[in-house]
C-alpha cells in the first residue's frame, strides 16, 4: 500500500514548456485535490475532483488544467509555465471530504 | 471567506519546553479544525482534529480545543523533542465551502537538545 505518490519529484521547465504532473492513489478514495506550496502562503488549492471523471476549480486554478480519467490518477498540467508558477506541488487524496492524505510533493521551477 | 490565521514563526524551543502554536480562524458555518505536520522533504500529515465546539484533539502528546467563543484551536505540548521539529499548519474545513480546505501559512518549529 503506497498511498498517494507523486511524479516526479523534481523538475526545472524554462518559460512557456509545457509539462504533466502525475498524482496516484491506491486508496480507492474518491476525493483528490492539488495544492501549491509558496513561502509564507502556506497551501492553495489549484484543483480538485470529487470522483473519476470531475474536476473543479480550487482556489488558484489559472494556469493550470487538470483530468481525472481514472479514479486512482488525478494529471495536473502546464500547457506554458511561467517563473510564477515555481512552486512545490502537493496532491492529497480522501475518502471523506474531511480527511486527506498527502502526496510527498514535487519540487517545480520555472527558470 | 473562510480563512486561518496562525502565529509566524520560526519558532526554535529547547528540548522539554513547553510548546504553544496559536491559531484563529473565520468562518460563516460550522468548520472541522485540524492540524496537520509537516516533516522536512515530506507532505502533510494529519496531528489532530476536532470537529465541533469544545471537542480537543490529541496525538502524540500534542492537543487543541476547538473555542468557538475565541475562534480558536490552539496547538500545545507540554515537553516537545527534537524529533517534533517539523512545520506545523493549522486548517479548517466546512460543509459551508464544499468541504475545501483552508491552511494558515505554517509555523517552523525547531527543537534544539
Known amino acids: 500500500n503506497a498511498g498517494v505518490t507523486q511524479t516526479p519529484k523534481f523538475r526545472v521547465l524554462k518559460t512557456g514548456q509545457s509539462m504533466t504532473l502525475l498524482c496516484a492513489q491506491d486508496?480507492?478514495?474518491?476525493?483528490m485535490y492539488w495544492y501549491r506550496q509558496d513561502p509564507g502562503m502556506g497551501l492553495r488549492l489549484i484543483h480538485y475532483?470529487?470522483?473519476?471523471?470531475?474536476?473543479a476549480k480550487g482556489e488558484v486554478p489559472d494556469g493550470y488544467n487538470v483530468s481525472r480519467l481514472k479514479k486512482q490518477n488525478f494529471l495536473l498540467g502546464l500547457e506554458s509555465a511561467a517563473p510564477s508558477q515555481t512552486s512545490v506541488y502537493f496532491c492529497a487524496s480522501s475518502s471523506v471530504p474531511r480527511r486527506q492524505f498527502f502526496g510527498p510533493g514535487t519540487r517545480l521551477t520555472v527558470l | 471567506g473562510d480563512s486561518v490565521t496562525q502565529m509566524e514563526g520560526p519558532v526554535t524551543l529547547s528540548e522539554e519546553a513547553f510548546l504553544t502554536i496559536n491559531c484563529t480562524y473565520t468562518a460563516t458555518g460550522y468548520p472541522s479544525l485540524f492540524w496537520y505536520v509537516q516533516y522536512p522533504g515530506e507532505g502533510l500529515q494529519l496531528l489532530l482534529k476536532a470537529t465541533k465546539a469544545d471537542d480537543k484533539g490529541s496525538n502524540k502528546g500534542f492537543e487543541a480545543t476547538y473555542r468557538k467563543e475565541t475562534t480558536s484551536f490552539h496547538l500545545e505540548k507540554g515537553s516537545v523533542q527534537v524529533s517534533d521539529s517539523a512545520v506545523y499548519f493549522c486548517a479548517l474545513s466546512s460543509l459551508d465551502t464544499g468541504n475545501q480546505f483552508y491552511f494558515g501559512t505554517g509555523t517552523s518549529l525547531t527543537v534544539i537538545p
Open positions: 486508496m480507492n478514495h474518491e476525493y
Open positions: 475532483s470529487v470522483g473519476e471523471g470531475t474536476t
